[in-house]
């Protein structure tokens, strides 16, 4: 997992400085990262507040079998960019989940759920990206996968079509 996560970090932050076209933007801080998983995430596309704005750039619907049953996974994922650059600060991932929990008691029960990441840019601080890997291991085992299956398809989109 921390190997793909520093893979991808270095492909996005190589990625955005061999394109002349597109402004370095600045990173994103503590604060603008807590508000954009805890206050922004629920939004509708468009202007976040003044100063910035997220732009759908992926979505991914994954259907399989978990525990015998059929599971439901959709990702989406964001641009998150500031007023006044066109390259993105930070990308914002829509996780939703839609498949058997294991409650407490051993007993299997359908549920959804929809998790929040904000990966942050290569030269975002290491506080950062240490918050989205402890994020990231609080997943299950398949809903892990599915996610990294997904943000492997995110980046050949982004990066090789």
Do not use: W
């Not at 932050?13 to 922004?40: F, G, H, M, R, V």
């Not at 439901?72 to 989940?97: H, R």
């Not at 839609?98 to 942050?120: E, M, Q, S, V, W």
Request: glycine share 2%; aromatic share 14%; proline share 3%.
């Amino acid at each position: 997992t921390l190997f793909l996560l520093a893979c991808f970090t270095l492909f996005f932050s190589a990625c955005q400085n061999t394109d002349s076209t597109k402004d370095t933007a600045p990173p994103i801080n503590k604060q603008e990262y807590q508000s954009l998983l805890e206050t922004y995430a629920n939004q509708p596309h468009g202007l976040l507040d003044e100063n910035m704005k997220k732009t759908e750039i992926f979505s991914e619907k994954t259907d399989i079998k978990f525990q015998e049953q059929a599971a439901y996974f959709q990702f989406t994922a964001f641009d998150i960019t500031k007023k006044g650059y066109e390259a993105p600060s930070a990308i914002l991932v829509k996780f939703d989940v839609d498949r058997l929990f294991t409650t407490i008691n051993g007993a299997l029960k359908r549920k959804k759920a929809t998790h929040y990441f904000c990966i942050p840019a290569a030269n975002s601080s290491k506080e950062l990206h240490e918050q989205y890997n402890k994020q990231l291991q609080s997943l299950g085992y398949k809903d892990h996968e599915i996610y990294l299956a997904n943000l492997s398809k995110l980046l050949s989109s982004i990066y090789l079509s």
